[in-house]
């Protein structure tokens, strides 16, 4: 709920985040509550349920997305094909197929499953514009169909990279500037 102090009660500056609700969780995934998304990415900002989907086409190459400049956090970085948050009763799985849809156009006939494969904690201040502190799980797909259709609202750019090639030379894609959920991600599947 917003106080009179918090971002999401500035109607002046409404941002679209202020309209939508994450999962405020526990250090176990468990749910406490909802709590207001801009809210929750704010000051300390609230531990909350987030997911990360890597994305791979049949040859072991993974789809990187690049964020909307558009985006209050992490705008331009370079993410693992799409990250988001689940509603209140959704499943990561069906939050990842929604967002693959919506973000990029992938179509559940375009690949066989979505496997949870991953589940880590963490906390990245992003500059003074504010924080993520989630409870992430990390998902899988790999596609048989690439056909891809971006949103331009949720997506900038898009680079299919050889995955173990990007995990072992990092210094050779510093230029695109990683989210750190994905690295924290990449980095525990290897």
Avoid at 13 to 34: L, R
Avoid at 151 to 172: F, K, M
Wanted: glycine share 6%; net charge negative.
């Amino acid at each position: 709920m917003s106080t009179p102090d918090s971002p999401s009660a500035d109607a002046g500056t409404a941002h679209p985040n202020a309209g939508q609700d994450v999962i405020a969780v526990d250090a176990d995934d468990e749910s406490t509550g909802t709590v207001n998304r801009l809210d929750a990415h704010t000051g300390d900002g609230t531990r909350h349920r987030a997911f990360t989907v890597l994305v791979f086409d049949q040859d072991g190459r993974i789809l990187l997305a690049q964020r909307s400049p558009e985006k209050r956090l992490w705008d331009t970085f370079w993410d693992g094909t799409v990250a988001s948050h689940p509603v209140e009763g959704q499943t990561q799985v069906e939050a990842t197929r929604e967002r693959l849809v919506d973000e990029l156009g992938i179509t559940a006939d375009q690949y066989e499953e979505v496997r949870v494969t991953d589940r880590f904690e963490y906390k990245r201040y992003y500059y003074d514009e504010g924080v993520e502190h989630e409870v992430c799980t990390v998902l899988k797909a790999t596609l048989s169909d690439t056909d891809l259709d971006p949103d331009e609202s949720e997506v900038a750019g898009l680079l299919w990279a050889p995955y173990e090639h990007l995990h072992e030379n990092p210094r050779w894609y510093r230029q695109l500037r990683l989210c750190p959920w994905f690295e924290i991600a990449m980095r525990r599947d290897f």
